[in-house]
């Protein structure tokens, strides 16, 4: 399962970088200044990238036995802005003792 943790974190962290840009600097841009490029480019970016997160989410789940509720919730998350950084952290956290379970050295 540490595979399908490390792409789902690095797949989430670059769907919040995106969807960060695309909201604090595309949009502003966009509506501000009449320049759609950033969000021609950043959001169709953001849009092929958020399926790719679904995808290792989906993957994710399957492989720690998640119900649909959270699964549901955690694909979710890549749609509001900056919350896809906080559901990577919890997510991080709710499997973390599953890796953790290293057996200690014997000393002595």
């Given at each position: 399962?540490?595979?399908?943790?490390?792409?789902?974190?690095?797949?989430?962290?670059?769907?919040?970088?995106?969807?960060?840009?695309?909201?604090?600097?595309?949009?502003?841009?966009?509506?501000?200044?009449?320049e759609k490029t950033v969000v021609a480019v950043v959001g169709t970016a953001h849009?092929?990238?958020?399926?790719?997160?679904?995808?290792?989410?989906?993957?994710?789940?399957?492989?720690?036995?998640?119900?649909?509720?959270?699964?549901?919730?955690?694909?979710?998350?890549?749609?509001?802005?900056?919350?896809?950084?906080?559901?990577?952290?919890?997510?991080?956290?709710?499997?973390?003792?599953?890796?953790?379970?290293?057996?200690?050295?014997?000393?002595?």
């Amino acid at each position: 399962m540490g595979g399908a943790l490390t792409r789902y974190r690095v797949i989430a962290w670059i769907v919040g970088v995106a969807l960060a840009v695309l909201v604090l600097i595309g949009m502003p841009l966009k509506y501000g200044f009449d320049e759609k490029t950033v969000v021609a480019v950043v959001g169709t970016a953001h849009g092929w990238l958020y399926m790719l997160y679904l995808v290792a989410t989906f993957d994710l789940s399957r492989r720690a036995d998640w119900p649909l509720k959270r699964m549901l919730l955690v694909m979710l998350a890549g749609t509001v802005p900056f919350v896809s950084f906080y559901a990577e952290r919890r997510v991080s956290h709710w499997l973390a003792p599953e890796h953790a379970r290293t057996p200690e050295p014997v000393t002595g």
